[in-house]
């Protein structure tokens, strides 16, 4: 399957960008912390590979079985995929931080007090355990093939890859409609007004329309990471840690009704140990 290198083959790009990022700001980059990013997105894409192996029958089945309309693969129809994806998109990232479940997933991606290119590589080798493919079933519902669904998907992280920096000059127009290095490290911010803002992939349009848009106040640079408890620059800390946490929170809770308060329920106000 060709859909789960698109990521890899764009990788000299990638590598290009922080070569250049980093010779403007060698401060925001440590050996170590980048070693871990690396480590962290080579296995994200090793669990993302398997998953998908192991995936692939289940969604052409799906696709077989229930897709709604046969599609013709031209511009408009593609074009239309890219923008249901990003829609989908949003709403993963936005449940992923209102979801205990998906943000020991993705605050992965959040532990980092930096801001570079590196920390886009930053993701979680449980995101297919956790269920992020299950957002992009509606696409293979409504009658995309799988492979084009799943190269979509890699795209939009590929885009997304170029709004972790802090470098970029603000894009006043095209960020009127596309997120932006400005609009996403807004969203990697811990401070109050900051959180839970700005969760767009592709289009910041769909932040405006469900009203968790945000822009930067003068007064309040960003300051990076989570609110709830410093990570170490660790693979173990930064990876498990919140899995354990998590697990402790749950064994405190006596009815199953409360275990899965917890377990869907808001994160940032679980005990911390
Ligand atoms: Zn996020
Ligand atoms: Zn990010």
Redesign the pocket.
């Given at each position: 399957m060709d859909v789960e290198f698109i990521l890899l083959a764009l990788s000299p790009l990638f590598a290009l960008a922080i070569i250049v990022e980093y010779r403007k700001a060698k401060s925001s980059y440590t050996v170590r912390e980048f070693l871990l990013n690396l480590g962290l997105a080579l296995s994200h894409q090793l669990s993302d590979l398997i998953a998908l192996s192991l995936l692939m029958p289940f969604f052409y089945w799906l696709h077989a079985h229930f897709a709604l309309v046969d599609f013709e693969l031209n511009f408009v129809n593609i074009t239309l995929a890219f923008i249901l994806q990003d829609f989908l998109y949003y709403w993963f990232?936005r449940a992923?931080?209102r979801c205990n479940w998906l943000w020991c997933a993705?605050i992965v991606?959040?532990s980092s007090q930096n801001m570079n290119f590196s920390t886009a590589m930053r993701q979680s080798l449980f995101y297919p355990i956790v269920g992020m493919w299950l957002f992009w079933l509606p696409l293979i519902i409504v009658g995309y093939p799988p492979e084009l669904v799943f190269a979509i998907v890699a795209l939009n992280l590929a885009y997304q890859f170029f709004v972790h920096t802090e470098q970029a000059p603000k894009l006043k127009w095209f960020g009127l409609i596309f997120n932006t290095p400005t609009h996403h490290c807004l969203?990697h911010a811990r401070n109050a007004e900051y959180i839970d803002k700005n969760?767009a992939g592709v289009l910041i349009i769909w932040d405006k329309l469900f009203g968790t848009f945000v822009e930067p106040i003068a007064s309040k640079p960003p300051q990076y990471g989570v609110a709830e408890r410093h990570y170490r620059v660790s693979f173990y800390d930064v990876l498990i840690t919140p899995w354990l946490i998590l697990l402790r929170n749950l064994r405190l809770q006596n009815s199953w009704r409360a275990k899965c308060r917890i377990l869907f329920g808001k994160p940032h106000n679980l005990k911390q140990f």
């Amino acid at each position: 399957m060709d859909v789960e290198f698109i990521l890899l083959a764009l990788s000299p790009l990638f590598a290009l960008a922080i070569i250049v990022e980093y010779r403007k700001a060698k401060s925001s980059y440590t050996v170590r912390e980048f070693l871990l990013n690396l480590g962290l997105a080579l296995s994200h894409q090793l669990s993302d590979l398997i998953a998908l192996s192991l995936l692939m029958p289940f969604f052409y089945w799906l696709h077989a079985h229930f897709a709604l309309v046969d599609f013709e693969l031209n511009f408009v129809n593609i074009t239309l995929a890219f923008i249901l994806q990003d829609f989908l998109y949003y709403w993963f990232h936005r449940a992923s931080h209102r979801c205990n479940w998906l943000w020991c997933a993705h605050i992965v991606h959040h532990s980092s007090q930096n801001m570079n290119f590196s920390t886009a590589m930053r993701q979680s080798l449980f995101y297919p355990i956790v269920g992020m493919w299950l957002f992009w079933l509606p696409l293979i519902i409504v009658g995309y093939p799988p492979e084009l669904v799943f190269a979509i998907v890699a795209l939009n992280l590929a885009y997304q890859f170029f709004v972790h920096t802090e470098q970029a000059p603000k894009l006043k127009w095209f960020g009127l409609i596309f997120n932006t290095p400005t609009h996403h490290c807004l969203h990697h911010a811990r401070n109050a007004e900051y959180i839970d803002k700005n969760y767009a992939g592709v289009l910041i349009i769909w932040d405006k329309l469900f009203g968790t848009f945000v822009e930067p106040i003068a007064s309040k640079p960003p300051q990076y990471g989570v609110a709830e408890r410093h990570y170490r620059v660790s693979f173990y800390d930064v990876l498990i840690t919140p899995w354990l946490i998590l697990l402790r929170n749950l064994r405190l809770q006596n009815s199953w009704r409360a275990k899965c308060r917890i377990l869907f329920g808001k994160p940032h106000n679980l005990k911390q140990f």
